[in-house]
């Protein structure tokens, strides 16, 4: 073995294990066909194993991702009036004996959008992805308006409301569904 092939082979594994600190990936040394032929230094191939580890990573921390299916549209419309009464219900159990707080007000609307969240999920297609939005305030007899504008696909995207009103407060609920893929 002459000394330039030795320092190429002392470079190779060298830049090996660097590869292998730093990506976790596997070398493959060896008599390839280009060794043989002449003026063809030895090569090395490199599988990297770096994406195996980050997808393993979020399966344990409960992130999974899913590979495209290319699904254009989805199965199931979003189920606008289903969704209106679960937002009727959640309303009237957490508002229905409250009296209007402004320090309870928003903790409160967080819940109820986190608790608004998590039940239309179990409703709607798991491709939708969903935003809510709720509005609690003070019946001192005003008028309120409140308005939004999306950007979305009308054949596939939706949005369901509800409003709830007693003694001292009145609160708007809204649920977003956007179709994704």
Same mark, same amino acid.
């Given at each position: 073995?002459?000394?330039?092939?030795?320092?190429?082979?002392?470079?190779?594994?060298?830049?090996?294990?660097?590869?292998?600190?730093?990506?976790?990936?596997?070398?493959?040394? /060896?008599?390839?066909?280009?060794?043989?032929?002449? /003026? *063809?230094?030895? %090569?090395?191939?490199?599988?990297?194993?770096?994406?195996?580890?980050?997808?393993?990573?979020?399966?344990?921390? #409960?992130?999974?991702? *899913?590979?495209?299916?290319?699904? &254009?549209?989805?199965?199931?419309?979003?189920?606008?009036?289903?969704?209106?009464?679960? &937002?009727?219900?959640?309303?009237?159990?957490?508002?229905?004996?409250?009296?209007?707080?402004?320090?309870?007000?928003?903790? &409160?609307?967080?819940?109820?959008?986190?608790?608004?969240?998590?039940?239309?999920?179990?409703?709607?297609?798991?491709?939708?992805?969903?935003?809510?939005?709720?509005?609690? /305030?003070?019946?001192? #007899?005003?008028?309120?308006?409140? /308005?939004?504008?999306?950007?979305?696909?009308?054949?596939?995207?939706?949005?369901?409301?509800?409003?709830?009103?007693?003694? %001292?407060?009145?609160?708007?609920?809204?649920?977003? #569904?956007? *179709? *994704?893929?």
């Amino acid at each position: 073995m002459t000394d330039q092939q030795r320092s190429h082979d002392m470079a190779q594994a060298k830049a090996a294990k660097l590869l292998m600190k730093r990506t976790a990936s596997v070398s493959s040394f /060896g008599a390839d066909h280009h060794s043989k032929r002449k /003026g *063809y230094a030895a %090569s090395v191939s490199t599988v990297s194993y770096m994406e195996n580890l980050q997808e393993e990573d979020a399966i344990m921390k #409960g992130q999974i991702r *899913y590979e495209n299916t290319y699904q &254009l549209e989805p199965k199931d419309r979003f189920p606008v009036k289903p969704i209106r009464m679960m &937002l009727e219900e959640v309303l009237a159990e957490f508002l229905d004996d409250q009296t209007y707080e402004q320090d309870n007000c928003p903790k &409160l609307t967080k819940s109820i959008s986190d608790v608004v969240k998590t039940r239309a999920k179990d409703l709607v297609d798991m491709r939708y992805k969903i935003i809510c939005v709720a509005h609690i /305030g003070q019946i001192r #007899g005003q008028g309120v308006r409140i /308005g939004s504008r999306c950007l979305w696909n009308t054949q596939h995207d939706n949005v369901a409301t509800a409003m709830f009103k007693n003694h %001292s407060l009145f609160a708007i609920a809204s649920v977003y #569904g956007i *179709y *994704y893929d």
